[in-house]
C-alpha cells in the first residue's frame, strides 16, 4: 500500500496525496462542506495539476464504492470533518503483528493510547464496533478513533 500524506488545510478540510505505482501524485482534498476534489498533479511541475474531479458528498460515495470503499469508511469521514480535533486511521495487520493471536482486551488498546477501535474490515466484511473478546488475522484492516497522537501510539503498537 502505497504511504500517503495528510495535510491539515485550516478552515478548509484535509488533503491526501499518494503517489501511485506509476508514479503519477494523486491527491484527495475534503472540504469541510462534503464536496470532494480528486486532483492529478503533473509530473514536472508538482504544483500543478493535469486533471481535477469535481464531486459532491453523493458522487464521492459513488466513486468510493466503486473503487470498493466499504459504508463503514465513509460514515466515519464524514464524522471526522464534524467533530474538532477527531481522527481516523486504518490500519493494516501484518501476519506477523504481535496483534495477531490475542484479543483486543488483552492488547488494552484504547487505556494505552486512547484510541478506540470501532471496525474492522476483514476481506470483504466489515465487523463493526468489534468487541473486547475479538481477535485479528494477519491482513485485517483495523478502523480507529481518536485524537492523532493516540492513533500514532496505535499505530506503533500494530507495527511492533
Keep these: ?8 488545510l485550516p478552515g478548509v478540510g484535509v488533503r491526501y496525496e499518494f503517489r501511485t505505482t506509476a508514479g503519477e501524485l ?22 500543478a495539476c493535469t486533471t481535477v474531479l469535481h464531486l459532491s458528498g453523493d458522487d464521492a460515495r459513488t466513486f468510493s464504492e466503486l473503487l470498493g470503499a466499504s459504508q463503514v469508511s465513509e460514515v466515519l469521514s464524514q464524522v471526522q470533518y464534524q467533530i474538532e480535533g477527531l481522527a481516523i486511521d ?3 495487520i501484518h501476519p506477523d503483528s504481535d496483534v495477531v493471536g490475542p484479543t483486543i482486551s488483552d492488547g488494552q488498546f ?17 465487523i ?8 485479528f488475522n494477519g491482513g485485517d484492516i483495523a ?5 492523532a497522537e493516540g492513533l500514532a501510539s496505535l499505530r506503533k503498537l500494530f507495527d511492533e
Design 143 to 147: 478502523v480507529a478513533v481518536g485524537t
Design 26 to 47: 494523486v491527491g484527495v482534498l475534503f472540504h469541510r462542506s462534503g464536496r470532494r476534489e480528486v486532483v492529478v498533479y503533473d509530473r514536472d511541475d508538482p504544483d
Design 90 to 92: 486504518w490500519l493494516h
Design 110 to 126: 484504547r487505556t494505552r493510547t486512547g484510541a478506540s477501535i470501532v471496525a474492522v474490515v476483514r476481506g470483504d466484511t466489515t
Design 128 to 135: 463493526p464496533a468489534p468487541g473486547p473478546d475479538f481477535t
Design 1 to 8: 500500500m502505497a504511504e500517503v500524506t495528510e495535510i491539515q
